[in-house]
């Protein structure tokens, strides 16, 4: 069925009874020519675009728990591209121009709402590091400004320009930048990859990778065992679980990353703002809820839950940046599972085991890659090459020494 | 979550620095796969959900660096040693 104002006009006049589910309860079949793990939003996008753009249609998204479980209703919504290094900034790039298109692309509302990303300079150090960042982005055709004082008073007034260890100089701002519905994003690209034909099989977790000279075959799961010509893995949080059933052992540490929410109030803060004297970043939610987070708690984790000194930490980073915060209670918290590489940057490449493709090491910055990272790991999967703007997304680079660390914090995965 | 460090007791999990996985051994540079020891060494982890052998540093505290093994599913701690001198104080 496709949304529109037609159909929306035509079910309310049917008092809202002919809307079917956005996708199918698919059963496994016994054989697909792709195998996507993960429906998370970056296993969906691949299915998505392996269908669209490739026409790979026989493909099944295996998902332990169901849709919308996991990182994917667990992060903080922002999208942006506003990296430094060449190997990342093209490919952000790209998920920003492929967020500006997806809703018609895929025929679902996914809020995506271009609201501007601020990010806070305090020192003239920090200014210049900005000005250097905001420079490779326009070198990179993307939209950057250097504001002055004066004019991030005027867009965010109530912040402490005055505080007296970290007073606010100006800020970098992306306009394009924003915020998108999480749940909404996994929605839409499971219906698209669903409509083309994918299978999306929920509650069916993986327990075995069938490997046969050198080459995957197939899978076990706990719904039965699924042959597979080519299989990809998109577990961002379990990735070193998962490649282990395949003998892999990655560079990768799995970390919990806390998000809070707090109640709803009226209109405040119209864009995303990070602060730059701790890591904090806020934006305000359509319901009204603002939406804020911080470091990752630091230590291995699969609890899905953090600890209190990080929540301490994020409400002082907070109430430094913004200090009428501290009238505001907060509504909920919770964690998610991050991928943390040696390098802070994403792997999107083939794997020593002939057929398997790897998607991981997202760190915390998933979620605004998800259109590129299903666009380039379907590119990936269906060509057995990799895209243009993902090539230096290597496995290998920690061997090659070809590393990509946006922050020059070397192999230490709690410090990216 | 709070450690239980052998000299100072129950302390919350603010008063240490981590480290990461206390399992790997600094190769030995003359052996004759070295570099691939030493790539080994420093960029892959076990990674593993359940039990895990990590080094957390007690700066808040006496200063002495931990080896804790806790399950990284639960937070719960099996066991803490002192890193030096075979677990002795």
């Keep these: ?98 967020w500006e298109g997806l809703e018609q692309d895929f025929n679902y509302n996914a809020m995506v709402s271009q609201r501007g990303v601020l990010n806070l300079y305090h020192s003239d150090a920090q200014r210049d590091a900005y000005a250097r960042r905001g420079n490779s982005m326009r070198l990179h055709g993307v939209d950057a400004e250097l504001l002055d004082r004066a004019a991030v008073r005027r867009m965010v007034p109530y912040l402490d320009f005055e505080n ?54 197939g899978l076990d799961t706990t719904r039965g065992a699924i042959r597979a010509k080519k299989i990809g893995l998109a577990v ?45 970043y806020i934006s305000q939610s359509d319901k009204g809820g603002l939406v804020f987070g911080g470091d990752i708690d630091g230590y291995n984790s699969y609890a899905w839950r953090g600890s209190l000194p990080v929540i301490e930490d994020v409400m002082e980073a907070g109430m430094a940046l913004w200090p009428g915060l501290g009238r505001i209670r907060m509504l909920r918290q919770w964690g998610g599972l991050m991928d943390m590489s040696m390098d802070g940057s994403p792997i999107i490449d083939r794997t020593p085991v002939d057929g398997l493709y790897l998607n991981c090491g997202w760190c915390y910055g998933g979620f605004k890659a998800t259109p590129a990272s299903g666009w380039c790991f379907a590119h990936l999967i269906a060509r057995d090459e990799p895209h243009a703007v993902a090539a230096a997304m290597r496995l290998d680079r920690t061997v090659s020494g070809a590393l990509i660390d946006e922050k020059g914090a070397g192999a230490q995965p709690n410090l990216h | 979550m709070r450690i239980p460090c052998p000299f100072c007791g129950p302390r919350g999990n ?64 099996a066991e803490v040693k002192f890193a030096q001198r075979g677990g002795e104080a």
Excluded at chain 1, 183 to 210: P, S
């Design chain 1, 1 to 98: 069925m496709k949304y529109s104002v037609f159909s929306l006009l035509g079910q309310a006049l049917r008092g809202h009874t002919g809307w079917t589910p956005a996708w199918r309860k698919a059963e496994p079949k016994a054989e697909y020519d792709v195998v996507i793990v993960g429906g998370g939003g970056h296993g969906l996008a691949t299915a998505y675009y392996l269908a669209k753009e490739h026409g790979i249609t026989n493909v099944a998204v295996l998902e332990k728990g169901y849709i919308g479980s996991g990182n994917a209703g667990r992060n903080t919504t922002i999208i942006r591209s506003n990296y430094l290094l060449p190997g990342n900034e093209a490919f952000y790039e790209l998920s920003m121009k492929l």
């Design chain 1, 164 to 217: 007296a260890r970290f007073p606010i100089h100006g800020g970098l701002l992306q306009r394009r930048g924003g915020t998108a519905r999480h749940d909404a994003v996994v929605w839409g690209y499971a219906r698209g990859a669903d409509m083309r034909g994918v299978d999306i099989i929920e509650n069916c977790e993986v327990t075995g990778i069938d490997i046969r000279n050198g080459y995957v075959t």
């Design chain 1, 236 to 280: 961002a949080g379990n990735t070193s679980r998962v490649a282990s059933l395949a003998g892999l052992r990655l560079p990768i540490e799995s970390h919990v990353l806390q998000a809070f929410v707090s109640e709803g109030i009226k209109p405040a803060i119209d864009c995303v703002v990070t602060f730059g004297a701790g890591h904090f």
């Design chain 2, 14 to 77: 603010d008063e240490f620095t981590y480290l990461g996985d206390a399992t790997m051994r600094r190769p030995d540079p003359a052996a004759p796969e070295a570099m691939q020891a030493f790539h080994d060494y420093v960029y892959l982890r076990e990674n593993p959900s359940g039990l895990h052998q990590e080094l957390w540093f007690h700066g808040s505290g006496c200063r002495r660096w931990l080896v804790v093994t806790r399950n990284t599913r639960t937070h719960e701690i």
